[in-house]
Structure formats: structure tokens, C-alpha cells
């Protein structure tokens, strides 16, 4: 066994324990709770077929022990899926143990996974330290990233969850160990095969069951996802967040919006437009940059091309209440021009229509409430 590891091993504080992170839905008003927030297994799959359809797959190969492999975009929530899967199993009262393969430097990666025993090189700990297998042993080892696992590093872990059995660095005998394997990778691990990058042997080992999660911009859950997370980000019940917590405009330009970062960027978003937000609604001037700047592209390409229009603006956004007063009749009303206008993808006939107006009026109403037709907009200037 190769003993040739001689850096110091990764800090504790590396190990992350599902016992260390709330599994639940957190209590209202705890900010650091809501932070690190893991859902139960049900609660992932929202209103999507596609997602219900993969947990419940999920639950069955879980409960026969069979390796999982999760693929998916970043930030489909692998990690997510991977620690609810624990959280559900048999093993869920012991350690879910991941380990990013991407992050591990090459030099550490043995002492990190497999440990080594007292006096195994200069500058070991004392007592020698159990690797991330032996610490999930009876749990989860979440192998995330598998994908840039080095290769030999790869070979080393065929032999464990073949063996069932690892041998810390220095050691004389061999450690069994009992783990439920899930590793995940937005990589196309038949494409490393095939690069020679990824042993085929152990892509047989650990893809025992494969879950694929759908990309945002795929799921048709996608504005229960909004509300729930907008309530997450307020501490409120899901249904105490409603629709009177996003303007009908800032919704539509969010389910339109391609989310290429997936739900870290969606949650990274409305995390945003809840701390930049007045009286407790997000309007459209809420939304960050790349939302707007999305906006300006679809607007210009809409521009001419009515064709296009209801398949990009959602029907339910159309219909939904206008934004919520201000007090100051200047800005509800420009606000409400606007509403109506994002809406309607500037439509001016539909949205003079659902603002009581003729086109000329809203036309006069756009000069002098200062609202720059979108087509002369480099990037719409929504501030009300
Ligand atoms: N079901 C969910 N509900 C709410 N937020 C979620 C959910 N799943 C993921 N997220 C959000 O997305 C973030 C990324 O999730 P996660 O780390 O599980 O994705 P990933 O697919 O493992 O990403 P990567 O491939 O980049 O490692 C989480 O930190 C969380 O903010």
C-alpha cells in the first residue's frame, strides 16, 4: 500500500456531518438556522413529475443500499438530494460524511479519505486520524465531484468498496468499513471513460443507481420554488408569503429568466431582492443586474415578433394583482405603468387596455411619467 503521503492533513473543520446541519424545515425568525437549510426528502420534490418521480426512485435504491450516482448542473442541488437521502435512510442516526474530490489537493487525498495510523510520516498528528471513509462508516460518504477524482486516488477506492475495507496510511491491517455510497458529478463520466480520465470499472461500482436532476429552467415547479424560497428568506409560512410579496412583473421576469446557476442562483437571487426590498415586496427594480439585463435582451428580441409573446410571459403573471401602493401617488403610478408594461412585454394596446387607457394616452403617459419605451432602452430603467 503506497505510504508516500507526507503533508499534514486537512483541518477538521473539513468534516461536515449532517448531525452538524439541520436537516428540517428551520423555526421562524433564525436567520443562522435558515442559512443551513436542508429540506426533507418529500419536501425537494415540489410540484415537478419529473422530481417526484426521482425521489421516489431515490428512496427505493436507498433502502436496498445501492450506490447512487447524482448528475446534474451546478447548483441543481446534488448536495441537497444527497444529505435528504441520508436523512431519510436507515443510517440517517449516523455520519453523512462528504468529501469535494475537486478541492482536495492530489498530496492530501489519501491521508484525507483513507486516514493513517500514529507516527505514519513527519508531521502526522500524535494519535493518527480516521479518512472520511472510516468516519462514515455505518453513514453516508458523499463523494461529491467524483468526476475530478485523480486516477489513482480512483483505483485506491475501487479496492475499498470492493473489499468493503480500508488500510489508513502505515497501518498493518485492513479497517472494515460499512458506508452507503452517493457520489455526484455534473461531468459525463462515459465521456472521461472514454478520455481514459475515469476508470470504467469504478463508474460500474458507484453508479449502482443514477438520478439525474432536472436544470431549473426544466422544472415546472418553478414559481412554488419562488414563493417558497421568498419565504424561507422572510421566515414566513409559504402560504403567509403569497403572491403579495413579488410584484406580478418581477415574477414573470424570474420564471422567464434562465437560471444557468440553477437553484444556488435563484436562492442567491431572492436572497438579494429580499434585502434590497421596500415594504416587504420585491418589484422589478429589486431584481439584480443580470435579470434586468436578461430582460433588456428578451425585450429587444420580442420587439416586432408578437408571436413570441405568450410563450414567454407567463398567463398566470398577467392576471395577478397590481403592485402594492407606496403612499406617494407619482411613484404608485409609475409603478403601476410599469407593471402593466413588463406584463404585457410591452404590448402597448394590451397594456393600455388592462390600464383603462387608449394607446395615445399611455403613450402621453409614458412621457411624463419619464418611462423610456423599452426599445430605446439599452437596459430598462424600472426605478419607480
Ligand atoms: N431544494 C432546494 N430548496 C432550496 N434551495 C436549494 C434546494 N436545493 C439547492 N438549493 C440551493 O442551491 C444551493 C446549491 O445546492 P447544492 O450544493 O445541493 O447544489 P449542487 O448541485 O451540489 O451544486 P454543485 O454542482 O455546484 O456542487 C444550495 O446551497 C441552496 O442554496
Redesign the pocket.
Known amino acids: 500500500m503506497p505510504t508516500q503521503t507526507v503533508a499534514l492533513p486537512l483541518a477538521k473543520n473539513h468534516v461536515r456531518t449532517a448531525n452538524a446541519t439541520r436537516i428540517s424545515r428551520t423555526s421562524r425568525g433564525s436567520r443562522a438556522a435558515r442559512q443551513s437549510?436542508?429540506?426533507e426528502l418529500d419536501?425537494?420534490a415540489?410540484g415537478d413529475a419529473v422530481m417526484q418521480d426521482l425521489i421516489e426512485r431515490g428512496k427505493r435504491l436507498i433502502d436496498r443500499g445501492i450506490p447512487i450516482l447524482?448528475l446534474?448542473?451546478?447548483?441543481?442541488?446534488?448536495?441537497?438530494?444527497?444529505?435528504?437521502l441520508h436523512a431519510y435512510s436507515e443510517r440517517r442516526q449516523a455520519n453523512w460524511i462528504a468529501v469535494?474530490c475537486a478541492s482536495i489537493p492530489e498530496s492530501l487525498a489519501e491521508s484525507e479519505l483513507f486516514g493513517y495510523c500514529k507516527g505514519a510520516f513527519s508531521g502526522a498528528l500524535p494519535g493518527g486520524m480516521k479518512g472520511k471513509v472510516q468516519q462514515a462508516d455505518g453513514g453516508t460518504l458523499f463523494l461529491?465531484?467524483i468526476g475530478d477524482m485523480p486516477f489513482s486516488l480512483q483505483t485506491r477506492l475501487l479496492r475499498v468498496l470492493s473489499e468493503r475495507e480500508v488500510i489508513p496510511l502505515g497501518a498493518a491491517h485492513p479497517v472494515s468499513v460499512d458506508v452507503q455510497l452517493i457520489c455526484?458529478?455534473?461531468q459525463d463520466l462515459k465521456t472521461l471513460i472514454g478520455e481514459g480520465r475515469f476508470r470504467e470499472d469504478l463508474y460500474y461500482r458507484i453508479a449502482g443507481g443514477v438520478l439525474r436532476?432536472p436544470s431549473l429552467r426544466d422544472r415546472a415547479d418553478r414559481r412554488a420554488?419562488i414563493m417558497?424560497?421568498i419565504a424561507?428568506e422572510l421566515a414566513l409560512d409559504a402560504e403567509e408569503a403569497g403572491d403579495e410579496t413579488i410584484a406580478p412583473a418581477a415574477l414573470g421576469a424570474m420564471l422567464a429568466y434562465r437560471w444557468p446557476?440553477?437553484?444556488?442562483?435563484?436562492?442567491?437571487v431572492i436572497r438579494y431582492c429580499c434585502a434590497v426590498m421596500n415594504d416587504g415586496r420585491i418589484e422589478m427594480h429589486d431584481l439584480p443586474e443580470e435579470l434586468m439585463q436578461f430582460q433588456a435582451v428578451e425585450f429587444d428580441q420580442l420587439v416586432g415578433h408578437a408571436s413570441n409573446v405568450r410563450r414567454i410571459v407567463p398567463q398566470a403573471v398577467a392576471s395577478e394583482s397590481p403592485s402594492r401602493l407606496s403612499g406617494n401617488p407619482l411613484r404608485d403610478e409609475r409603478a403601476r405603468v410599469i407593471d402593466a408594461l413588463v406584463g404585457s412585454r410591452w404590448n402597448i394596446s394590451a397594456a393600455s387596455r388592462q390600464l383603462g387607457m387608449c394607446r395615445a394616452s399611455l403613450y402621453r403617459k409614458l412621457r411624463q411619467l419619464d418611462i423610456p419605451h423599452v426599445r430605446d432602452q439599452a437596459m430598462p430603467a424600472y426605478a419607480a
Open positions: 437549510h436542508y429540506r419536501q425537494l415540489g447524482i446534474g448542473e451546478t447548483g441543481t442541488g446534488k448536495e441537497f438530494l444527497s444529505r435528504a469535494n461529491d465531484e455526484a458529478t455534473h436532476l420554488l417558497q424560497m424561507d446557476g440553477n437553484l444556488r442562483q435563484m436562492h442567491a
